[in-house]
């Protein structure tokens, strides 16, 4: 374990780069083995959407996001984990998340990217709502039951 | 006076993003604040309908319905999450 | 499924740009939801090694990869695949290998990507030499049993 | 005549890259192979003394030790692998 990581959090309207994002985990370090990243990108769903306006909750955004991470770090031997979430109005084809979990070996940099993704699927306070390229008044986008589930997979171990 | 916040099409429903209100003594928990809530008017009622479906928070940490509102500063109330 | 996408696969000397590889699968595309990474870097052991030497076996490393991946292709609905495995000497701190998965939901790119690793690690012909920092003969590295483990657990799904 | 190439440890105990060999008809499998050019020379037999951890390649694809050799264009002996 390192006890010492501090996860890097931001919630932003901003794009993130993440070649930067890596470069400022691993940068002067030769302990790191392998780094794990995860985009989530906007889907137009076939030509239905121009947009998704992610609404959220935004001191506990960052509150949520940081609990998640810093089980994460708890639960793998992190060298460095950080998450970024969007929020505002995004066009097909544009980032809205990502997550960067690196680590001395690839499993506990997978594992961790892949909780950190699931934990915020279900409980980080962000909602989408559809913006309809045929003009209609879109839709909230409804929760998975397979988003939860993934979740709770986690708790099985 | 608690500060109540509402996301989405909870919010979109109540139309408002939040307001302060005095919770009588009467409402203990998360699930007595969204009875007493549905019957503030049209709005909170549809927005509330199915309150196994509405998420909260206190204090902006997820709480179950059981929970006690006692000391809370903002109560969050909101649809199933859809981020990431 | 998607029949048609082929996998880039690439055995090189030179770094890679993991920011390009990722533009390379997601540029002008409004249908991916996911792209998972992985970097796999040099590590110094604590300082006891200056660098890796990377053998490979050309022919079949390309050959071998590219199997791997096409199966990966065929598990999961991928909208893109990339893997690239660096051969000759490589300093602590440097990249070694890179994945990238695409996909339209996350569980196939992270499934895809870890899959990949795990028969990376054990089925492609590469092998690791250490340059040591007190200046003694390196070792070849040796095979870990929890990479064939790591494998085998793909096929018992 | 077969190509015989040798990678990491095994290249270097047998001292060579690669060889162009003539291989006798009751050399029939990769097990039969590795017996066979243990008995070639000291570097030979260095190289192969542990044979179950000998991993083998014909025409680029992994094969087990049973595997028969016939038609091999080119047979690859090496350690297990540490890439990735």
Chains 1, 3 share one sequence.
Request: aromatic share 8%.
């Amino acid at each position: 374990m390192n006890a010492s990581i501090s996860p890097t959090i931001r919630i932003q309207a901003a794009d993130f780069d993440l070649a930067a994002e890596i470069a400022h985990l691993t940068a002067g370090r030769t302990d790191i083995g392998a780094v794990v990243t995860f985009t989530g990108l906007c889907r137009d769903e076939a030509g239905a959407l121009t947009a998704l306006e992610l609404e959220h909750y935004p001191g506990m955004a960052q509150a949520e996001i940081s609990r998640i991470a810093a089980e994460a770090t708890v639960r793998w031997p992190l060298t460095g984990l950080t998450a970024i979430h969007r929020f505002g109005k995004i066009a097909p084809g544009e980032n809205i998340v990502l997550v960067v979990a690196a680590s001395t070996h690839r499993k506990a940099a997978f594992e961790a990217a892949s909780f950190l993704m699931d934990y915020l699927k279900s409980r980080a306070p962000f909602w989408k709502k559809e913006h309809r390229a045929d003009g209609s008044e879109g839709e909230w986008v409804e929760a998975k039951s397979a988003d939860d589930d993934a979740a709770a997979r986690w708790r099985q171990r | 006076m608690t500060t109540l916040k509402y996301f989405a099409w909870v919010r979109e429903r109540i139309g408002k993003r939040e307001e302060q209100l005095d919770l009588p003594a009467e409402v203990a928990t998360v699930g007595d604040l969204l009875t007493w809530l549905q019957a503030k008017g049209e709005g909170y009622a549809e927005a509330l309908k199915e309150p196994k479906v509405i998420r909260v928070a206190i204090n902006e940490e997820h709480v179950d319905h059981r929970e006690s509102i006692a000391g809370a500063r903002e109560i969050a109330l909101f649809p199933p999450m859809t981020g990431g």
